[in-house]
C-alpha cells in the first residue's frame, strides 16, 4: 500500500523533474535577509538552496522588527544527533553554526527548529551559559518558533517564499496551532501561571531542559507569553537583551526590565505580568 502525503508536514512531491538551480523567493526584501548559509550536505529529498529560501523566510518575520541590525553570520548543517542544536563558537568572528535534524520537504519542521535556535542566536545565548534561567530562555525560544509560523501561516496566503505555494499557508497553520494543543503543555484547570510557578520553579532551574517534561513546561509558558508578543511584536528586540541572572524569575525580570531601551521597558512589565510580578509600566 503506498503511503498518503501529509501536507501538514511536508511538501507534496512534483510531478516533473526538479533542476537544480536556485529557486528565486517571493516576498521577502532583500535589505532583510540575514547572513545565511546552508552546507551541501544530504539532506534528503530537498536541495540546499531551498532550505536557504525557506530560513530566510523564517528569519525575515522577527529580523524584520528589530531596530538594529543583525549581523551575526549562520551556518546551517545537517544535525549530528536527533535534535536541533546551535553551537558555541571558539571565537566572536565565526558563524553562529545551527544543527537541524529536519530532511526531506518537512518544510513546517525546518521552520520550527530554525525559528527556535535563531532565537537562541538572537538572545546572545553564549552568554547565557549553565544558567538556571534556561528553562525560561527556551520558553522564549519555543515562542519564536510558534510566534514565527503563526506569521507566516498568514503571509504565505499572499507572499509565500517559493511561486505557487500559497497552499501551504494552512499546513503552516495548521502545525502551529498543534504545537499550542499540546496537552501535556496544558495548566491543570483553574490555576493561574503565577500559582503554577510557584510550585515548580524548584524543578524548572534544576531539571535538564531537553528532558521532556521540561520541553512541556517550556510550551506550557511559550504558549501563555505569545499573546503577549502577538499584541506587541517589537517587543522582540528585548529578547536581545535577557541578562546574564541566575536569580529566581520575579528578580530576573527586574533585572531585564532594567537593561532593556526605554522603548522595550512596557513590553518587559507586562510580560512579567503574566507571571503574576508586578513591574511599574513606564
Same mark, same amino acid.
Given at each position: 500500500? /503506498?503511503?498518503?502525503?501529509?501536507?501538514? &508536514?511536508?511538501?507534496?512531491? *512534483?510531478?516533473?523533474?526538479?533542476?537544480?538551480?536556485?529557486?528565486?523567493?517571493?516576498?521577502?526584501?532583500?535589505?532583510?535577509?540575514?547572513? =545565511?548559509?546552508?552546507?551541501?550536505?544530504?539532506?534528503?529529498?530537498? !536541495?540546499?538552496?531551498?532550505?536557504?529560501?525557506?530560513? !530566510?523566510?523564517?528569519?525575515?518575520?522577527?529580523?524584520?522588527?528589530?531596530?538594529?541590525?543583525?549581523?551575526?553570520?549562520? &551556518? %546551517?548543517?545537517?544535525?549530528?544527533?536527533?535534535?536541533? *542544536?546551535?553551537?558555541?563558537?571558539? /571565537?566572536?568572528?565565526?558563524?553562529?553554526?545551527?544543527?537541524?535534524?529536519?530532511?526531506?520537504?518537512?518544510?513546517?519542521?525546518?521552520?520550527?527548529?530554525?525559528?527556535?535556535?535563531?532565537?537562541? %542566536?538572537?538572545?546572545?545565548?553564549?552568554?547565557? *551559559?549553565?544558567?538556571?534561567?534556561?528553562?525560561?530562555?527556551?520558553?522564549?525560544?519555543?515562542? /519564536?518558533?510558534?510566534?514565527?509560523?503563526?506569521?507566516?501561516?498568514?503571509?504565505?496566503? $499572499?507572499?509565500?517564499?517559493?511561486?505557487? !505555494?500559497?497552499?501551504?499557508?494552512?499546513? =503552516?497553520?495548521?502545525?502551529?496551532?498543534?504545537?499550542?494543543?499540546?496537552?501535556?503543555?496544558?495548566?491543570?484547570?483553574?490555576?493561574?501561571?503565577?500559582?503554577? =510557578?510557584?510550585?515548580?520553579?524548584?524543578?524548572?532551574?534544576?531539571?535538564?531542559?531537553?528532558?521532556?517534561?521540561?520541553?512541556?513546561?517550556? %510550551?506550557?509558558?511559550? /504558549?501563555?507569553? =505569545?499573546?503577549?508578543?502577538?499584541?506587541?511584536?517589537?517587543?522582540?528586540?528585548?529578547?536581545?537583551?535577557?541578562?546574564?541572572?541566575?536569580?529566581?524569575?520575579?528578580?530576573?525580570?527586574?533585572?531585564?526590565?532594567?537593561?532593556?531601551?526605554?522603548?522595550?521597558?512596557?513590553?518587559?512589565?507586562?510580560?512579567?505580568?503574566?507571571?503574576?510580578? $508586578?513591574?511599574?509600566?513606564?
Amino acid at each position: 500500500m /503506498s503511503k498518503k502525503r501529509n501536507t501538514a &508536514r511536508h511538501l507534496p512531491k *512534483k510531478r516533473t523533474k526538479r533542476k537544480r538551480t536556485t529557486v528565486k523567493g517571493v516576498g521577502n526584501k532583500q535589505s532583510l535577509k540575514i547572513k =545565511l548559509s546552508v552546507s551541501n550536505d544530504d539532506w534528503g529529498d530537498i !536541495q540546499s538552496n531551498e532550505i536557504a529560501i525557506l530560513l !530566510q523566510d523564517t528569519a525575515f518575520h522577527i529580523n524584520r522588527l528589530l531596530r538594529s541590525s543583525f549581523d551575526e553570520k549562520i &551556518r %546551517v548543517v545537517p544535525s549530528q544527533v536527533d535534535h536541533p *542544536k546551535v553551537l558555541y563558537r571558539e /571565537s566572536p568572528g565565526d558563524p553562529h553554526t545551527i544543527w537541524i535534524s529536519a530532511r526531506d520537504n518537512y518544510w513546517c519542521k525546518f521552520v520550527y527548529q530554525f525559528a527556535h535556535e535563531f532565537c537562541h %542566536v538572537l538572545s546572545g545565548h553564549e552568554n547565557l *551559559k549553565e544558567n538556571p534561567n534556561n528553562w525560561f530562555h527556551e520558553a522564549i525560544c519555543e515562542l /519564536s518558533s510558534m510566534f514565527t509560523i503563526r506569521r507566516m501561516s498568514v503571509r504565505w496566503l $499572499t507572499h509565500p517564499a517559493f511561486p505557487n !505555494q500559497k497552499v501551504y499557508a494552512a499546513s =503552516l497553520r495548521e502545525y502551529g496551532q498543534n504545537l499550542l494543543n499540546n496537552q501535556d503543555a496544558q495548566l491543570p484547570p483553574d490555576m493561574s501561571v503565577h500559582s503554577w =510557578l510557584s510550585l515548580h520553579e524548584g524543578e524548572l532551574r534544576e531539571i535538564p531542559v531537553n528532558e521532556k517534561k521540561q520541553r512541556n513546561n517550556q %510550551v506550557l509558558v511559550a /504558549s501563555h507569553l =505569545l499573546p503577549i508578543f502577538e499584541k506587541a511584536p517589537n517587543g522582540w528586540n528585548a529578547i536581545r537583551k535577557l541578562p546574564n541572572s541566575t536569580e529566581a524569575l520575579a528578580a530576573y525580570l527586574v533585572a531585564w526590565y532594567s537593561a532593556v531601551d526605554r522603548k522595550d521597558k512596557d513590553f518587559v512589565a507586562r510580560l512579567s505580568d503574566v507571571f503574576g510580578y $508586578t513591574i511599574p509600566h513606564k
